[in-house]
Each structure stands twice: as C-alpha cells, then as structure tokens.
C-alpha cells in the first residue's frame, strides 16, 4: 500500500514527487507505463489537469488509475475549465475514488493551448479554490449544503519563486497560507538563492507548510534561452545557460539530468526546503535517471 | 463608453448580398468615438459598398444616415421615411443598436456592420482599451480603481497568476502590464497594501440576471 502523501509530509525528510502527465485520446496504456515506473521511486505522482490548456485525458480519471495500481496520486485542479459546481463534483468523486491529495492551481490561459476559442472559466481563482476544498472537508458545500459524506482533502498549491515583481506573488502565496494549505510545489526553480529566499519567507508565515521545489531539467543552452524568453515564471541563471552551451551536441539531456541532479542534491544536504517535485516533461522515462543521479534511489 | 470595430468587408457584403437598396446607418455616440460607425465611417462604408458592387456589375445604392443614439427608439423615429425606401438597413451601432433598430422597424432585415468588443476608454490616439465588464458587482473600492475582472485575462480575485511575466507584464500579452501588478502598485503607493491582503470571496457571478434589466427611479 502506498503511504499517503500527509504522512509521508509529516514524516520524511526530503520528500519526491513526479509528474505523470495524462495523453490525448481514451489510451492510458502510455500514462499506465509512466505509472508503474515511478510509482515506488518517488513519495507521490501529480495529474496534470489539461496541462498548458491542451485537451486530454482528465486528471482525475489518472489519479484513479494510480490508485488501481496501487500509488499516491496528487489531483491536480485548475479553476480554467471548470465552474463551482464542476469543481466540488469532480472533487467528491476523487474522494470517494481514494484519490485524497489535490493541488489547487490557478490554470493555463486557454490562448496557450489547442482550443484556443474555447470560453475560460475561472468562475474561482486558486485562492478561493484552496477555501472550497476545506469547506469540502468540513463536511459542506459551497452553498452551505450538508453533505452526505464529506471529504477530508490533503491541500496544496504552487507559488512561483522567481516572479518579477516577486512581492505581488508573495501577497498572494500568504493568502493562499491563510486559506490553508499542507505543501507548495513550486514553478522550476533554477536560482538556490531564490528558492532560499522563497522559503525563509513561506516558514515565517507559516513553519508547518511542506515545500517541494520545482525541478524542470533544461536539456539545452537554446532551450534555456526560450524558456527564459516565453515560460513566464521561470529564471535560468546564466551560469546553467553557460554549462549546457559547453556541451557536446547529443549529450543535452545527460547534462540537463546532471543539472537536475546536482540542485537536487545541494536542495537536500543543505536542508534549502523539504523535498522537490520533478517534472520531466514528455520524458517522463527518463526521470528514474534524475532520482538515481541525485541519490534518491 | 461602448467599444466596437467594424467587421471585415467580406462579411458584410455576404449580409447584404440578396439586398440592392441599402441604409447605412450610423450611430453618434459610442461608435462615433471609437471610430466603428459614425458618420464619417458611414459614408465610407458606403462607398466602399457601392464601388464593391459596381467592380462585379451589381448596382448597389445606398442611403446614408446616422442618428445620436441608435440604442433610443425615440431616435430613430427619424429615420422611418428612409428605412421604407430601403431593402435592409445596415447599422453600424453597437449591438443595442442594432437591436433597437432591428426591434423598431420590424418588417425590415436589420445586419449589423460592427462587432461590439467592450466597454472601455481611449487610452491615446487610436487605441482603446477595456475596462469594465458590466458584472454588476463593482470590485474597484478593493483594488486602486483597476478592475481585475476584465483587466486581468483570467478575471482573478486575489492576486496575479504564477505566469507574469517579467517586469510585470501580462502572461497573454507581453505588451500589456499584469492588471494585478498595476494593483499592487497603486495600493503601494496609496499606502493601502492591507486591502491586497484581505482574502476576496467568489464573486456573484449572477449578481446581474442575465438578461440584465434594471428599474429604477427618476431622482
């Protein structure tokens, strides 16, 4: 039996978490595989929830599927595509599914995306999304309606560690503390002394709240660049653009693996935050190289 | 004030294709501002009409007139005499006005030649922006008078979205400044940071009954 996400907070000291990213179209056979590969080498798996606005799979029919084989999902919640009826329906079924461990996001716009005509919902900001799911496990709805069966929710949300201007961020990464959350997975960080400076600011608020820093390996100097040019909250330091630009052509993963890795690694000895949260995105295969470079195997 | 830009060409010729005697009709306000559909959009449109037409060897005659505001039945009394004479009006009004016009004179098809975009003001010469989306639940006390309903792309209540970009600009559009940045900063200034602190509950999204329609008394 995998041990649930709250407990593995509470207890362990440098906790790991990976993505296994839904497909396009009603096989899972794919997902299934990322699945059965990472389930027992890091603490918990995340559902992306149509992930950068692209139509997929639903979370939660993963989570689900991760339950079956026997991990720890994280659902995923996005306030784009849902309204608040939607959000608490989809909610109560995880639940009732096993699946109790959600993070709550803001989402994607859908301009990102393949349905870029499509109307955006965003009825709830991340906010107030947090505030649903704990007066979900209160036992009622947002309406104020007792239900039959409540749910008793483990809540995360994501910050952004390298936001410019960083302080309307930090307004609102308190008030997502105040709404209540257990652990932040954050956007990727590349900066220690950002992710540092993150950190002190979050247990000054809050001591208990667990934070997994974010972890995208970069595979490539132009790639850096890009990343830094359109991904918004993300900041590749130069010094990493630098190293990956020295790097023999073919060899652009291993390094970004390296890279991965090495932060992975400083983050843990140096006790920076409480543990990290891989994303390994469309290479999810490859993440069992990360976890072995960095140790964590 | 209302937003609107007029359609493509194409598309308007296809709405008035099976018509050969048309009213161009302008509206003085709104549109007038913005440069969609006042009187002098209005005569352009309909030469452009006329020529179109002729260019194919179909006649196409067009009467011109524009009224002060064509969201007013009383208003358009006027143009009564004018719109008998024609085969289809169309108007270059924000939507209430063509729906005025189109509900006024009812034996007669009514298109319309601009697309209604947004409430909003001029920000300099030839640029319009929004700023207000009608929620019927004004939020502008709580945010330095920037309205994040519309000003923000995803409408949000408590703060920007991990996706600013940097400098604060917009996760959309670069070009524009994060509405909650813009916030953040005007309550900076004002010394009244407190009020970005203070947790907003969801808003009322019904809090206008869609179809809006409001009584109210003559003061």
Known sequence: MAVPLREILRTKDFVVTAEAAPGKGSSVSK????????KDKVDALNVTDNQSSVMRYPSVGICVLI???DGEPVLQVTCR?????????????????GVDNVLCLTGDSVDVGDHK????????????????????NSGKDMAGNELDGGTDFCV???????????EPQLIKVEKKLRAGVSFI???????????????EFVRKLDPNVKILAGVVPVIGAKMAAYMNENVPGISIPQHVIDELAQTPKGTGIAKGIEIAARMIRQTKEEKICDGVHIMFIGREERVPEILEAAGLL | MIIAERKPMEEIRREIAPYKKILVAGCGTCVTVCWAGGEKEVGILASQLR??????GKEVVTLEATVERQCEKEMLAELRDKVEGVDAVLSLACGAGVQTMAGFFEDKPVFPAVNTTFIGMPEKEGLWVEMCGACGDCYLDRTGGVCPVVRCAKGLLNGPCGGTRKGGKCEINPDEDCAWVVIYRRLEKQGRLDLMREYCAPKNARAVKRPGRIHAAKA
């Open chain 1, 31 to 38: 997902t299934v595989e990322h699945i059965e590969l990472l």
């Open chain 1, 67 to 69: 339950k079956e084989h």
């Open chain 1, 81 to 97: 595509d849902r309204n608040r009826l939607a959000i608490q329906a989809d909610l109560l079924f995880a639940y009732s599914r």
């Open chain 1, 117 to 136: 005509e499509a109307k955006q919902v965003f009825d709830l900001d991340s906010v107030q999304l947090i505030h649903l799911v704990h007066t979900l």
């Open chain 1, 156 to 166: 995360g949300t994501t910050a952004t560690p390298s936001a410019d201007p960083l």
């Open chain 1, 185 to 199: 997975q954050t956007q990727a960080v590349y900066d220690i002394d950002e992710l540092k400076r993150f950190t």
């Open chain 2, 51 to 56: 020529l179109a037409g002729s260019s194919e």
